[in-house]
C-alpha cells in the first residue's frame, strides 16, 4: 500500500551531497518538500532541478526546505549540480539523496520492492522515480504527485499547492486555481455562527459554498 494523505511519512537514514541526514530530524519544525529523479545529467531534470534552485528565496520565505532524490551516487550529485547552476544561473543549495540501493525510492512506493538496478542502466529502469512529496512539520504526507519522464514538473504549481496546504492549516478550503490574496471557502463543518465568530464577514454563493478573505 502506498502513502496516502496524512500518513507519517518514512523516516530514514541517507547520505546525500552535503552528508549524513536522519530524515525527521533534518525536516525539524519546518515543511518539507522532497523531490525526486530517474537519473543524473538527464535533460528533463536539470531543467526542473534548476527551477527548484531560482526559487530558494521563495521556499526559505515559506519556512519551507527542499530536498532531491535520485538513485546515483554522492559524487554524481556534485558534478551534476555544476550544470543545473549553469543551466538555472542559480545555486542549487539545497541537498541530494543518494539512493543507490533504492531504500527510500521503495519506501516511498517510488518503485516496486522487487526493483534493482541492473548494469548499464538507462533512467527508464527507475523512470517511475519522478514524484513530488510536500510534506508539513508534523511529518505527515500532505500531497503528492508522480510525473512522467517526458513532462518537465510545474514548480510554480508546487509552490501554489504549498501556499494553499499552508493556508488550509488555518482552517479554510482554497477554490480552483487559487492564489495567495484571493478569498478562502469556509469548510462546510463550520456553522454560519461559528463562521461569523471567526471569520468574520463572509459571502454565501450555495449554502454550501462560503467564501471569506484569508486568515492572517
Known sequence: MGLRINDTVPNFTAE?????????????????????????????????????????????????????????????????KKDIEEYGKAKPGFPIIADDGLAVSKAFD?????????????????????????????????????????????????????????????GVATPANWVPGEDVIIPPTVSNEDAKAKFGEFETIFPYLRKTKAPS
Open 110 to 170: 517510488m518503485l516496486p520492492a522487487e526493483a534493482y538496478l541492473p548494469d548499464g542502466r538507462t533512467p527508464a529502469d527507475s523512470a517511475t522515480v519522478r514524484s513530488v512529496f510536500i510534506i508539513g512539520p508534523d511529518k505527515q504526507l500532505k500531497l503528492s504527485m508522480t510525473y512522467p519522464m517526458t513532462v518537465g514538473r510545474n514548480f510554480a504549481e508546487i509552490l501554489r499547492a504549498l501556499d494553499g496546504l499552508q493556508m488550509s492549516a488555518k
Open 16 to 80: 546525500t551531497d552535503q552528508g549524513t541526514i536522519q530524515f525527521h530530524d533534518w525536516i525539524g519544525d519546518s515543511w518539507a518538500i522532497l523531490f525526486s529523479h530517474p537519473k543524473d545529467f538527464t535533460p528533463v531534470c536539470t531543467t526542473e532541478f534548476s527551477a527548484v534552485a531560482q526559487l530558494n528565496d521563495e521556499w526559505a520565505a515559506r519556512n519551507t526546505k527542499v530536498i532531491g532524490v535520485s538513485v546515483d551516487g554522492v559524487e554524481d550529485h556534485k558534478k551534476w
